[in-house]
């Protein structure tokens, strides 16, 4: 309403302006060429006045007549106010009042020396002149004997007064111009204010609406048809404030599941363009929504079979579900929904991705299953073993008093591996479930590691392997005494088994920085110069019944889970290992424990 009342103002007074501004135009043009064509006349009568003369053939007749035209020049234009200009019929100027005529051009191409040719005619024309620097008027007329042109005299005089004059008009004329512009203005706004004001609050209100200000009201003061008009909006606006209240509710609530979801979720147009994705369908495709949102799916250059899915589901019209891997940015295994949108059941509208990363579910089955095959394997031997001599024995060797001891020691040794394999298995179950509490107490590392000497060094005699210690008096921290023994034992008994007669197994350990927090730990180090493990074994050392040599690891005894208890048991601890081994020099078991645990 407030640019209606604006229109209307300007209309009235650009009409008005219109008006004046064509009157002044038609005055001032014909003010100014009234006021030439009286110089104009004026100056063709003085002309003629000069030519009733006979100067010219005094002049002609002259010892100079260039030095004769030019003082006859100035003395004309002392006379008249005029500049005077002599030319001979060639154009060649004689004499000039203002300049130099040796410095003058050729006049005979001039417009009014072209014009005062013709019989019985002056010549005029306007023009800027380059010699005084102003618009001049020129006027000429032919100096003739016996109807033969002898040369040309010329007038000007300078137009310079009659701008002046016209522009100090064209001032007057705009300074009243502005002032009427002000008055209609003035006028008519106030005119269209009074006539418009009651609709103008209705409009602003209903512009604050349209821009969401759900709580802007018209005020209520008439009971006319703008106080209805206000009425109806006001409870527009109570309505769509409720409506928007429930909407935004809504959008809050989707929108908090979405980024909450632990499944990626991506919308696409009917065009096919992404128009939604949550955070975590950011983190599987590798990309950041602003670089997803309004693009085709082809444009993203994501996963190409999950491409490939999505052209199908728009071809086809039709839910599609496949499990897939994708390696960048990191691998995930995802089992892959995509559903088709319709509008009211029959207008397709798009599709909706959801991706379930069940990278942790597959890798948990595949440990399962090999943790199943390994245990049932592991067990199958010594049950083997003891099957088969069993049935020796039942067979007759049982009469053999020799042959059935040396049997029956086999049966026994394998019935101890078979309980340790169990006991490790069980034990191993409950430190991955975390159903073993840890009692942590101080300890003196070195005294602690003493005691563990003391019970291994028959077992390094037996092999004429020497135990070195080398730990400092004042090494403390905080652990649980009988999980770390188990740490020490599984170790050394490892170092032992693996290194052969006459090596070393050495324990060593220091309080250090720890390079990822503010706080010291403890590194302890034990270093065998046994067979070592191959590089390519490295990674896998700590694995659940992985063996370097499998034949080795049964002679010794083992069961292949020592490592991995070890490994579990240290990160209870919230501590760290890893190992460092160099074939055929041996292997060292680096762990990393807090002094103080939290």
């Known amino acids: 309403m407030r640019r209606f009342r604006i229109r209307l103002t300007l209309i009235l007074t650009v009409m008005i302006g219109i008006t004046v501004m064509g009157a002044g135009l038609f005055a001032a043009n014909e003010l100014r060429s009234s006021y030439i064509q009286s110089l104009e006349n004026s100056l063709k009568r003085e002309l003629n006045l000069i030519l009733m003369s006979s100067f010219w053939e005094e002049g002609m007749a002259a010892d100079d007549p260039v030095t004769h035209f030019t003082t006859l020049s100035r003395q004309m234009s002392t006379q008249t106010e005029s500049r005077v200009t002599f030319i001979r019929q060639d154009g060649t100027v004689l004499g000039d009042s203002d300049h130099d005529p040796a410095d003058m051009d050729n006049h005979?191409?001039?417009?009014?020396?072209?014009?005062?040719?013709?019989?019985?005619?002056?010549?005029?024309?306007?023009?800027?002149?380059?010699?005084?620097?102003?618009?001049?008027?020129?006027?000429?007329?032919?100096?003739?004997?016996?109807?033969?042109?002898?040369?040309?005299?010329?007038?000007?005089?300078?137009?310079?007064?009659?701008?002046?004059?016209?522009?100090?008009?064209?001032?007057?004329?705009?300074?009243?111009?502005?002032?009427?512009?002000?008055?209609?203005?003035?006028?008519?706004?106030?005119?269209?204010?009074?006539?418009?004001?009651?609709?103008?609050?209705?409009?602003?209100?209903?512009?604050?609406?349209?821009?969401?200000?759900?709580?802007?009201?018209?005020?209520?003061?008439?009971?006319?048809?703008?106080?209805?008009?206000?009425?109806?909006?006001?409870?527009?606006?109570?309505?769509?404030?409720?409506?928007?209240?429930?909407?935004?509710?809504?959008?809050?609530?989707?929108?908090?599941?979405?980024?909450?979801?632990?499944?990626?979720?991506?919308?696409?147009?009917?065009?096919?363009?992404?128009?939604?994705?949550?955070?975590?369908?950011?983190?599987?495709?590798?990309?950041?929504?602003?670089?997803?949102?309004?693009?085709?799916?082809?444009?993203?250059?994501?996963?190409?079979?999950?491409?490939?899915?999505?052209?199908?589901?728009?071809?086809?019209?039709?839910?599609?579900?496949?499990?897939?891997?994708?390696?960048?940015?990191?691998?995930?295994?995802?089992?892959?929904?995509?559903?088709?949108?319709?509008?009211?059941?029959?207008?397709?509208?798009?599709?909706?991705?959801?991706?379930?990363?069940?990278?942790?579910?597959?890798?948990?089955?595949?440990?399962?299953?090999?943790?199943?095959?390994?245990?049932?394997?592991?067990?199958?031997?010594?049950?083997?073993?003891?099957?088969?001599?069993?049935?020796?024995?039942?067979?007759?060797?049982?009469?053999?008093?020799?042959?059935?001891?040396?049997?029956?020691?086999?049966?026994?040794?394998?019935?101890?591996?078979?309980?340790?394999?169990?006991?490790?298995?069980?034990?191993?179950?409950?430190?991955?479930?975390?159903?073993?509490?840890?009692?942590?107490?101080?300890?003196?590392?070195?005294?602690?590691a003493d005691r563990i000497f003391h019970v291994m060094k028959s077992q390094a005699s037996k092999k004429q392997i020497d135990l070195e210690l080398d730990i400092a008096d004042d090494v403390y921290l905080e652990a649980d005494e009988d999980r770390l023994r188990q740490i020490f034992i599984n170790l050394l008994s490892n170092g032992i088994n693996y290194t052969g007669a006459g090596g070393k197994v050495k324990v060593n350990a220091v309080c250090v920085p720890d390079s990822t927090s503010d706080q010291e730990v403890v590194r302890i180090s034990i270093a065998d110069t046994g067979i070592g493990i191959p590089k390519k074994d490295l990674p896998r050392i700590f694995e659940r019944f992985y063996r370097v040599d499998k034949a080795r690891s049964r002679s010794s005894g083992g069961t292949g889970l020592g490592l991995s208890i070890v490994k579990h048991l240290v990160e209870l601890h919230n501590g760290r290992i890893h190992v460092e081994s160099e074939q055929g020099l041996g292997t060292t078991f680096v762990i990393e424990l807090p002094v103080l645990q939290s």
């Open 108 to 448: 005979i191409a001039r417009e009014e020396i072209q014009d005062a040719l013709q019989e019985g005619q002056a010549g005029s024309t306007i023009r800027y002149s380059n010699t005084v620097k102003e618009e001049m008027l020129y006027t000429a007329v032919a100096v003739r004997q016996d109807g033969e042109v002898q040369g040309f005299i010329r007038m000007s005089k300078s137009i310079e007064d009659v701008q002046a004059y016209v522009r100090q008009l064209w001032s007057y004329l705009l300074f009243g111009l502005l002032i009427l512009f002000l008055a209609a203005a003035l006028v008519s706004y106030r005119i269209a204010q009074g006539l418009t004001r009651p609709l103008d609050k209705v409009m602003q209100v209903a512009g604050q609406i349209s821009n969401s200000n759900y709580l802007a009201r018209v005020p209520l003061k008439s009971k006319d048809e703008f106080g209805k008009l206000g009425q109806a909006i006001n409870t527009m606006a109570d309505s769509l404030q409720a409506q928007m209240n429930h909407i935004k509710e809504n959008e809050s609530r989707l929108e908090s599941v979405l980024e909450n979801m632990n499944s990626g979720v991506f919308m696409i147009d009917r065009t096919g363009k992404m128009v939604l994705i949550n955070r975590f369908a950011e983190e599987i495709l590798g990309y950041e929504a602003k670089e997803l949102l309004n693009k085709t799916y082809t444009e993203t250059h994501h996963h190409h079979e999950l491409s490939e899915l999505v052209q199908a589901c728009i071809t086809n019209r039709a839910p599609v579900r496949e499990e897939l891997t994708f390696y960048y940015p990191t691998e995930r295994m995802l089992d892959i929904h995509l559903v088709p949108l319709w509008h009211e059941e029959q207008d397709w509208s798009g599709l909706v991705v959801v991706m379930h990363d069940i990278t942790a579910i597959r890798r948990l089955e595949k440990m399962r299953s090999e943790f199943v095959a390994n245990v049932s394997h592991e067990l199958k031997t010594p049950i083997a073993a003891v099957k088969g001599f069993a049935e020796t024995l039942l067979a007759g060797a049982v009469q053999d008093p020799k042959t059935a001891e040396s049997f029956l020691q086999i049966i026994y040794d394998e019935s101890e591996r078979l309980d340790r394999l169990i006991v490790d298995i069980l034990e191993l179950s409950k430190i991955e479930s975390k159903r073993i509490p840890l009692q942590f107490s101080p300890l003196h590392l070195q005294s602690f």
